[in-house]
């Protein structure tokens, strides 16, 4: 398995609290992402990285924020947790050419109360 | 909106019979792949095909991509139990960076 682990992998938090989420990977792959799974929706690209702190918007960024300030660390920020963003999290890195396969992580499953 | 749609969203058969899911996506891509999800776990990369290719094997996936209808098909042959899970098309732009964007989905139940 690709060396990626996120952390936590469970939480129950209330809405209108902050949370943070961990991606760390071990393989030193250029490019990490951010996706949320929803029952209907597939995968949903939230954020990803090319670099360190080089960042870029996915598909559904609106109330989360991503850092990146060294190679092996992403962290998903859910600014102010709303029920909509009770979700499935998973985190996902790439070597970053364009043939490089992506390797996930297990998941977050967040439960916003 | 999604890049990818996949079609259909579920999909049940028998042991040793031929899977065959669809995708389509909506802008010019460098390539499409393709990954499986067991439930509750991560995706895994199965296959992966450019776009100057239109067929690829790998084992018993059969992928095949027509650019110009912007569709690819994902054959799974004499289909096992073990292959039970959620498949996933993504795709990767030609221009600009390597985002991964993925579509909603094929649900496949293999009954033994």
């Known amino acids: 398995d690709a060396g990626i682990t996120q952390s936590p992998r469970h939480k129950v938090t209330e809405t209108g609290t902050p949370v943070t989420l961990r991606c760390h990977q071990t393989?030193?792959?250029?490019?990490m992402y951010w996706y949320r799974q929803d029952p209907g929706h597939g995968l949903r690209l939230i954020h990803y990285?090319?670099?360190?702190?080089?960042?870029d918007k996915g598909e559904v960024s609106d109330g989360y924020s991503v850092s990146r300030s060294k190679t092996e660390d992403f962290l998903l920020t859910l600014e102010s947790a709303t029920s909509s963003q009770t979700s499935v999290y998973f985190c996902?890195?790439?070597?970053?050419?364009?043939?490089?396969?992506?390797?996930f992580g297990q998941g977050t499953r967040l439960t916003v109360v | 909106s999604q890049q990818g749609e996949e079609d259909p969203q579920a999909l049940s058969i028998q042991e040793g019979e031929n899977a065959t899911m669809n995708c389509s996506y909506k802008t010019s891509i460098n390539n499409l792949q393709w990954y499986r999800q067991n439930s509750g776990r991560g995706l895994v990369h199965l296959i992966l095909i450019r776009s100057n290719e239109r067929e690829k094997h790998s084992g018993r996936l059969r992928v095949t991509l027509d650019t110009s209808k912007k569709s690819s098909s994902l054959l799974i042959t004499a289909s096992r139990a073990a292959d039970t899970a959620s498949y996933f098309c993504?795709?990767?732009?030609?221009?600009?960076?390597?985002?991964?964007?993925f579509g909603s989905g094929t649900r496949l139940q293999v009954q033994p």
């Open positions: 990285s090319y670099g360190v702190k080089d960042t």
């Open positions: 996902a890195i790439s070597g970053g050419g364009f043939d490089n396969e992506a390797f």
């Open positions: 993504a795709t990767v732009p030609d221009t600009g960076r390597r985002a991964l964007t």
């Open positions: 393989e030193n792959h250029r490019y």
